[in-house]
């Protein structure tokens, strides 16, 4: 089990008074609603980041090499992945 720990948060009056509204109408706590909407946050955030990082590397890889997938490649494998066909990565060009 993860050790918890208290941390201080100053909200305006209008912004803490939507938490209690949302609270109430959830039957939730207004702490509750609070740590809900820091990890959603969070993870979102992470997500976000990840992908950043991963568009950066994979630049850095284009620049580097020079393989690439063209649209149309890319289109074509995105297609018949919607379609929930089963399909072989495109293969990279230089």
Do not use: F
Not at 51 to 80: E, S
């Amino acid at each position: 089990m993860a050790t918890l720990s208290t941390t201080s948060l100053k909200l305006d009056s209008a912004m803490k008074e939507r938490v209690n509204r949302l609270a109430s109408s959830r039957r939730r706590s207004a702490h509750w609603v609070m740590r809900e909407a820091i990890e959603q946050y969070v993870d979102r955030e992470e997500k976000r980041e990840q992908l950043r990082q991963d568009a950066l590397a994979a630049w850095a890889a284009y620049q580097t090499t020079g393989l690439h997938v063209t649209a149309k490649d890319a289109d074509a494998w995105l297609a018949k992945l919607e379609a929930g066909k089963r399909a072989a990565i495109p293969k990279c060009h230089i």
